[in-house]
């Protein structure tokens, strides 16, 4: 039974209710990596060796274009929301395609890292520094694909007849996107720059 | 007021009719995967019991073993296969550890979590804050939804010859690590547990942030509300950390890392056979991150429970609730608190003593908000005229247990006496007085005081009492013994306390506690009993039986698809029990002030506003 009263209204707080989730999933996904990193952190320090001998296997330069992938997407996400905003949905196509494509190039690298790895039989049962790597950069992409598949649905969307219009649901989208950009940030130094290279140059 | 009701009911019939000509769901759409808040409790409420069940038989099981050792289970032992039963039918020692682990897992994760968030969260949250429904319907669907898969995951080894979990419900490694794979589908399942608590916890936070009626404050919404969104914000923050521990621990166990191994254990998975591990590890990182996640979550399970007790009290004292803000106040100390406190369950583990001693201060600290709260469940029965029906029984009796289980935490919080009684059954009673004690007694007073508003039919007020009066008899015989040859060194998780020349002379003791917990189980028999029965031939409910303030009650019986058929505004906070300028003795929150009622606030002003 469906009673007739319409109680919707306003968000109370002004903000979204969709935006409102997806802040507190958030918090939420932070305390979730914080997990990681702070075990990170304790069997850093208690097997410094095997973490300094570990990073030396990965590949730098790759990770650095990945970086480049990143936080251009994040760039572009955020000129999306913007054009959207404006109705402009000839460059909210041209944004949200490259922030796809980036997306995608981001996961392509990752594949031909992951797949150097196995080939040198470099496993994450192998050290407990290779456990972590595979483990966080691992969750990493699975966010990096949780993000493509909205993206791609809005893109493709907005070909259609009715078009997209909807641009809080993007901004919304765009939220989460700089999130996993900002796990990037800090995965990416504690994992392939925390080099004790000083250490190294010393002896 | 009955002809009050009636008259609602006349239009709400028709208002009902008239929907149905235009906005007709499916049955599925309707009553399976239906976005209705309420119809998602219900859902909550039916697999919370029959999880309830099947954990409490899991706890009868065990029970019987630790009472009469080695002999067979009376009714079931011929069922059991020959791995768990033996040639007897008497449960063997694998078994037992399985139904110790099974039992601890599914009354936390799938009952008594379920139970005070997807239940009570579910059905409250949008009627007592005057609203349709949640922030994101389909979201709420999809918590509920996800918790069935998850729970024939956890439970997922009972189909495997190699059998269930057996690592206990914290799981702890290198034992969690290397064992079969009824573990690993419990580490799997229990992750998706907590993404569906997670689905719930940031919609009700955004529910109760931006989906309040119009007058609804933050400081106008009843204790319910506060202690649902405070416990929203717990899991929001607690149970990610915990996800991240059982990924960590799925690796280990799935792949053979070793974030959990230390360097040189000899052990073979159980899983695959696998002797290598590359160790580095640390066992007790697992303990860090699974008590930062589990300590908080025991105030998951209790804070709504107090929220429920603090609103029967109020309304069935006719009072308001004492400390109104202080109550609050109170909710959210315990939960910051709750965040700092997790290493008083690692005192035995390895701890610096300084460590320990901040641990055994902030732990506590814990007992001047309980202590708070507790008064002031006490001031607000302070003179008032009660009415014992069998919610108000049930928050009498949480406040009671509340109390005993409250004071034997302050024996454990304090490390001295704690490393003596570590892990012997004082812990057990004193978890069981706050969990079934506290929580579950105010699970049943939320199920007997919401059900008319529920399903618009009447408990039976008679069968009601019996079953808490009963359940709070047996409980007690059951859990309160335990205090004793807890002291007395009895072991937890021990499934033969008879090979321990120490512990023979308790076996009289533990076939009592045995006795009684049968008891307490059948008892619960009465509640199942009464609700399926009225739920066919109860009393149709009236709109306000209880004569309460809170929104909820300004809906109609049984509420459709949207909650409220009229408009609601807020006028006041929802205690206005017995107010001095009102001849009646409830003011509810959404009956606007007449003029004389306006005059007489003016002549004279209440301290209440």
């Known amino acids: 039974m469906s009673l007739a009263l319409d109680l919707r209204h306003e968000p109370v707080s002004g903000i979204p209710h969709g935006k409102m989730v997806m802040w507190a999933f958030l918090a939420s996904e932070i305390m979730f990596f914080s997990g990681f990193f702070g075990a990170f952190t304790v069997l850093r320090n208690a097997n410094i060796d095997i973490f300094m001998e570990g990073t030396t296997h990965l590949n730098v330069a790759m990770a650095t274009i990945n970086t480049v992938f990143l936080i251009t997407s994040s760039l572009t996400m955020a000129l999306s929301i913007l054009n959207l905003e404006k109705k402009n949905t000839k460059m909210f196509q041209v944004f949200m395609g490259i922030t796809i494509l ?102 | 007021m009955e002809a009050i009701a009636s008259a609602h009911e006349a239009h709400h019939d028709h208002g009902d009719s008239h929907a149905h000509d235009h906005h007709s769901l499916s049955f599925v759409r309707k009553y399976i995967f239906s976005n209705d808040h309420k119809v998602i409790a219900k859902q909550f409420m039916t697999t919370t019991l029959f999880f309830f069940m099947v954990g409490g038989l899991a706890a009868l099981l065990v029970r019987w073993q630790i009472a009469f050792p080695g002999e067979p289970v009376p009714f079931l032992g011929s069922l059991l296969p020959e791995a768990w039963g033996g040639s007897t039918g008497a449960i063997q020692p694998g078994f037992y550890s399985q139904l110790m682990t099974m ?17 009570i969260g579910n059905f409250c949250i949008p009627l007592m804050i005057g609203t349709d429904d949640m922030a994101l319907p389909t979201l709420n669907m999809f918590s509920f939804w996800l918790n069935i898969p998850a729970a024939m995951l956890l439970m997922g080894g009972f189909v495997l010859e190699s059998g269930m979990a ?185 701890m610096s003593p300084l460590l320990g001693t901040t641990f055994v201060l902030s732990t506590i600290v814990i007992a001047v908000p309980s202590a708070i709260k507790i008064f002031n469940w006490l001031g607000t029965l302070w003179g008032g005229s009660i009415r014992y029906t069998a919610a108000m029984m049930c928050a009498v009796a949480f406040v009671s247990m509340f109390i005993i289980g409250g004071l034997s935490g302050i024996f454990m919080a304090s490390a001295a006496v704690d490393i003596y009684i570590h892990d012997t059954y004082f812990i057990v009673a004193h978890f069981h007085y706050v969990l079934f004690g506290a929580s579950i007694f105010g699970v049943f007073s939320a199920i007997y005081y919401w059900f008319p508003k529920m399903y618009g039919k009447m408990l039976n007020e008679g069968w009601g009492r019996m079953h808490v009066i009963w359940s709070f008899i047996f409980f007690n015989l059951t859990f309160f013994p335990m205090h004793i040859i807890g002291v007395g060194g009895h072991m937890r998780r021990i499934a033969d306390p008879t090979v321990y020349d120490f512990l023979k002379p308790f076996q009289g003791m533990n076939a009592f506690i045995t006795w009684s917990a049968i008891g307490l189980g059948f008892t619960q028999f009465i509640l199942l009993f009464n609700i399926i029965w009225n739920l066919n031939y109860g009393k149709k409910a009236p709109r306000n039986p209880w004569r309460s303030n ?55 002003p209440s301290h209440a506003h």
């Open chain 2, 166 to 350: 057996t690592a206990g419900w914290t799981a702890y490694p290198p034992l969690s690590a290397i064992q079969g794979a009824g573990q690993t589908m419990w580490i799997v399942g229990l992750f998706l547990v907590g993404f569906a608590s997670i689905m719930g916890g940031i919609n009700y936070i955004a529910t109760v942030l931006n989906k309040r009626a119009k007058g609804m404050s933050m400081f106008r919404m009843p204790m319910t509300i506060w202690a649902l969104f405070i416990t929203a914000v717990l899991i929001t923050l607690g149970t990610p950390v915990l996800a991240s521990a059982l990924v960590m621990l799925f690796f280990d166990n799935f792949l053979h890392t070793s974030f959990f191994i230390p360097t040189n254990l000899l052990a073979t998975s159980a899983l695959d056979g696998t002797n290598h591990w590359s160790g580095g590890g640390q066992p007790l990182l697992f303990q860090h991150l699974f008590w930062f996640y589990s300590h908080p979550a025991v105030y998951i399970m209790i804070l709504p429970s107090m929220g429920v007790v603090s609103d029967v009290m109020a309304t069935f004292a006719r009072k308001p609730i004492f400390g109104y803000k202080a109550m609050i106040f109170a909710i959210m100390g315990i939960g910051f608190l709750g965040f700092i406190v997790w290493g008083h369950h690692m005192f035995q583990s390895g």
């Open chain 2, 103 to 119: 039992h601890g897992a599914i009354m936390l994760f799938l009952v008594i979590i379920p139970m005070v968030n997807g239940m």
């Open chain 2, 550 to 604: 809170t929104l909820e009650w300004a809906a109609p019986p049984h509420p459709g698809h949207g909650n409220f058929d009229t408009d609601i505004t807020v006028y006041r906070g929802p205690y206005e029990y017995s107010h001095e300028n009102r001849e009646s003795d409830y003011w509810p929150q959404w009956v606007p002030p007449t003029e004389e009622e306006i005059e007489a606030e003016k002549l004279n």
């Open chain 1, 102 to 203: 980036c997306a995608f190039g981001f996961l392509v690298v990752k594949y031909f890292e992951y797949s150097a790895k196995f080939e040198h039989h470099l496993l994450p049962s192998k050290s407990i520094f290779f456990a972590f790597y595979f483990m966080m950069t691992g969750f990493h992409a699975a966010h990096v694909i949780g993000g493509i598949i909205p993206m791609v649905w809005m893109f493709l969307r907005s070909f259609t007849k009715k078009g997209y219009t909807n641009h809080v649901r993007v901004e919304i989208l765009g939220l989460y996107w700089h999130f996993v950009d900002l796990v990037w940030i800090f995965l990416f130094p504690a994992l392939y720059l925390l080099f004790p290279g000083a250490h190294h140059g010393g002896h």
